[in-house]
């Protein structure tokens, strides 16, 4: 995976930066999701950055709004 390369050079995530809106999602990707009518989705954007600050990570996910629901839960770490 991704992750697992990226530990193997020491580089690990320290900071994670999601957006999540409501879009009117490309007709390509309403095809991948199987949606057929102009229902808003959920489109996310994270950016994840290293210890250094260093962007290291970025994506664009579309989820079927009608089958997501968004949880998190975080942890602080001292150092």
């Known amino acids: 995976s991704l992750y697992e390369y ?3 050079k020491n580089i690990f995530f320290s900071v994670f930066e999601e957006y999540i809106s409501a879009v009117k ?3 390509a990707i309403l095809n991948v ?3 057929y ?3 808003p989705q959920l489109k996310r954007k994270r950016f994840s950055y290293d210890e250094s600050n260093r962007l290291i990570e970025y994506t664009e996910t ?4 009608m089958h997501y629901e ?3 839960r975080l942890y602080y ?3």
Do not use: M
Not at 62 to 65: K, M
């Open 77 to 79: 770490r001292k150092k």
């Open 37 to 39: 009518d102009d229902t």
């Open 6 to 8: 990226l530990a193997s």
């Open 62 to 65: 579309y989820y079927n709004s």
């Open 25 to 27: 999602a490309p007709k």
């Open 33 to 35: 999701l199987q949606i």
């Open 70 to 72: 968004y949880r998190t």
